[in-house]
């Protein structure tokens, strides 16, 4: 977990395993393609539609663990939506955007480690 963020981000539930995994993962290995990309929140309004138990937060969990685990392969995730890349173009602008961002925090880091002193 990250401190300051637990809800967020504790481990997955049983429920989030075992029921609402599966069927995301299900539904993101059919958007294939920047046209069928799905928003966080039109995921989460259609599952709730169905009766699942779900919200924003818990989502983007899920689906870091569905990225990171292999589940579905090649899911990125733009202004659209979440999809599945259909060129190695794509992936690896994906990746040098997530390098960016990265570093960005890291610097954001650094700089406040060296503020702590004027506390």
Do not use: W
């Amino acid at each position: 977990m990250i401190n300051g963020f637990d809800e967020i981000t504790r481990p997955l539930t049983d429920y989030e395993r075992d029921v609402l995994l599966p069927v995301i993962a299900y539904g993101l290995s059919l958007k294939v393609g920047k046209a069928t990309a799905i928003t966080n929140g039109r995921i989460c309004d259609a599952l709730r539609s169905k009766g699942y138990k779900i919200t924003e937060p818990r989502l983007r969990k899920i689906v870091n663990f569905i990225r990171t685990s292999g589940i579905v392969t090649n899911l990125i995730a733009t202004s659209k939506g979440y999809h599945i890349a259909t060129s190695l173009d794509e992936m690896e602008d994906y990746i040098e955007s997530l390098k960016a961002r990265e570093s960005a925090i890291r610097d954001v880091r650094i700089a406040l480690e060296g503020q702590k002193s004027a506390l």
